[in-house]
């Protein structure tokens, strides 16, 4: 069975936390869905010929594997096979995770968080999908590193522009190793100057047409 819907339109899953959702840094506002990078995404394949549909999974707060003790359901891994159930037939999936990894109840560095990328990817590969429908291709992309936090969001990120060195070389590891594809979105944007965290508009345009240029390859043809 192609990974596409009864049109025939493929869809892809973004499984990710508040730098995809679209937060606009510092404020509780959010972008709308043609400026955040999965609808740019979406937009540049349709006017590449590709019919896709981006489905977004974006959970404010989201961890790879790790408990939040302040904010339930925020373990990325509770629940993601049930998502790649719910959600196929899929093309592709992408995991864009690990910014909050490096809360300050958290702790880890990046060797940690791409152990969790490494436990999402089985995840999704394993998920109870029907017979006859395709395990998705996975993409792994890094986010930028955090850049000396500010606002009201710093403390819940005191050091973590520390612990976060890395992350770029620690995912794409894993990527290889687990056989999927991998992007370091560092390569076209840092973070919002404003809160060293978030993206702004200009960041999402810029990460959303670099993965296009990605993903149009790796969709079968329908």
Known sequence: MLPCDSRGVQQILI????????????????LPFALRWPGILEADLGAAGRDARVIEDCLNGRTTVWDDPFKPGRNGLVGL?????????LALAILMLGTNDFLAMHARDAWHSAQGIRALVRAIRRAPIEPGMPVPEVMVVAPPEIRDPKGPIAPKFVDADRLCGGIAEAYARVAGEERCHFFDAGTVTTTS???????????HAALGHALAKLVAPILPAT
């Not at 096979?81 to 037939?89: D, G, L, N, T, V």
């Not at 100057?193 to 960041?203: E, I, N, R």
């Open 193 to 203: 100057q404003v809160d060293g965290v978030h993206l702004d508009a200009d960041q």
């Open 81 to 89: 096979e049930q998502r790649i159930e719910a959600c196929s037939p």
């Open 15 to 30: 499984y990710a936390d508040s730098l995809t959702w679209g937060i606009i840094p510092d404020t509780r506002r959010r």
